[in-house]
C-alpha cells in the first residue's frame, strides 16, 4: 500500500506480465477496484472465480482478460493492530471458485 492509503502499488512476481503490473500502478482500494483493492478496502478476503462476468473488474478486465488470466483470489495482509499493509493475490488461468483448493491463513 502507499503512503496515502488510497492506492495500492504492485511488488511483482515474475508471472505477471510487465505490462499489466505497470498498468496497476497505483491501483485505487475501493469497494469496486479489483479482487486485491477491494480485499484492501474491505479488510478481508476477495475471491473472484470469474474475471470477466465479476463487478469488482468491471473497470479492468480489459487489462488482465487478454493475458489468459480469469481468476484471481486476494488476501489482506494486515499488520499487528490489524491495519492492511497490502495484499496477497493468486491469479489462475482458468476460472477458479474457492472450493477448488483450500487455503488456511494461521496467525502466529
Known amino acids: 500500500m502507499e503512503n496515502d492509503g488510497r492506492h495500492l502499488q504492485p511488488f511483482v512476481s515474475s508471472g505477471l506480465p510487465q505490462e499489466y503490473i505497470r498498468d496497476l500502478e497505483r491501483l485505487p482500494i ?3 477496484a479489483t479482487s486485491c ?3 484492501a ?3 478481508r478476503r476477495v475471491i473472484v472465480s470469474n474475471i470477466a462476468t465479476d463487478p469488482l473488474w468491471a473497470d479492468y478486465k480489459h487489462l488482465i482478460l ?3 488470466f480469469q481468476a ?3 488476501e489482506p495482509i494486515k499488520s499487528n493492530t490489524g491495519q492492511v499493509l497490502g ?3 493468486l491469479y489462475f488461468t482458468e476460472a ?3 472450493m477448488s483448493i483450500a487455503i488456511i491463513f494461521t496467525k502466529p
Open 72 to 74: 484471481c483470489w486476494s
Open 30 to 32: 475501493g469497494a469496486k
Open 87 to 89: 495484499t496477497f493475490d
Open 66 to 68: 487478454p493475458y489468459g
Open 96 to 98: 477458479r471458485p474457492l
Open 41 to 43: 478496502y474491505l479488510g
Open 37 to 39: 483493492g477491494t480485499a
